[in-house]
């Protein structure tokens, strides 16, 4: 029998922002300031300008001031940094060198971050194999939440982004179980509808009415018993692969964020994969953030 996750409250103290200045960056500015008022959080943008070699230089130590990628990079930090929406908010912006996911795991640490908020291009299939996939090793090695806002979502935003509908895919597995604390918590915090989806392909027609009502009962369970009290709950089972599926569901509901778990780089199931996995499928096709919680 499935034992009901507890209502556990999330706060968000300190969300990170990498930037890389692009459109995309843009795009998930607006999330993460909206956040950091809601939970009077820091906000930290940040940006982290590659090891890259200086061609035609002695290698040796390039003083870090001279470089242009540098300076530009404190520039642009510095406009951000003064944007009027940014001023009401408590931020420090963080400028470093080196490789990536090194940085930002010592950021991570060193200023206790437990929300990550960024932009991603969306790349799949062999574009993301050619140039990598940043979003997906953030999401798969950070050890907090992060909220991805793909290249679907719409760049013009008008008003604070707000987490209405909120679509929760599961499959019951301990990844997902993780992200549901975080899904009831946005659900209770907007007074919003929750909508609870679970898939399953290759089922004979004949038994798909078995199947269903025993995955609803799985989902119901999954509830804690006062959530009528802060939150509309729905649930909605198909018959259908997942990547696909998730993006027409949230199409469907006009859903407002997706809650979804993953699994750690390491697991095996992630190794033994292929590259273009469900969330990162997910994350270039939806038109609303993806907020991911490793497992």
Known sequence: ?????????????????????????EAALPYAEAL?????????????????????LPMEPFPVTLDYAWRAAEESLGKLAGLDDMKEIHHQVLLKQGPLWDVLSAMIDKY??????????????????????????????????????GPKVPHETKQSPEFRR?????????????ALPYALTLAEESQARLILLHLIPLVPVVDREAVKAEAI?????????????????????????????????????????????VQHKDHPRVVSHLP????????????????????
Request: aromatic share 10%; net charge positive.
């Open 166 to 178: 909120i679509l929760f895919p599961t499959d019951f597995s301990e990844a997902s179980k993780a």
């Open 112 to 149: 206790r971050v437990d929300l990550i908020v960024l932009g991603s291009h969306g790349r799949t299939g062999l574009s993301r194999l050619a140039m990598g996939s940043v979003a997906e090793e953030i999401y798969r090695r950070a050890s907090c939440p992060v909220l991805c806002v």
């Open 1 to 25: 029998m499935l034992a009901t996750v507890p209502n556990i409250r999330i706060q968000f103290n300190n969300i990170l922002f990498p930037t890389d200045f692009s459109v995309f960056s």
């Open 276 to 295: 273009w996995a469900t969330a990162t499928e997910v994350l270039a096709r939806a038109s609303c953030p993806v907020l991911t919680v490793r497992g």
């Open 217 to 261: 009962r799985k989902l119901k369970a999954l509830i804690p018993p006062d959530a009528s009290s802060w939150c509309s709950v729905e649930f909605d089972v198909r018959f259908e692969f997942p990547a696909e599926a998730i993006v027409t569901a949230a199409l469907r509901h006009k859903a407002d964020v997706i809650v979804m778990g």
């Open 36 to 56: 950091a008022r809601r939970y009077d959080a820091t906000l930290y943008p940040a940006h982290v300008v590659p090891p890259e070699p200086y061609h035609g």
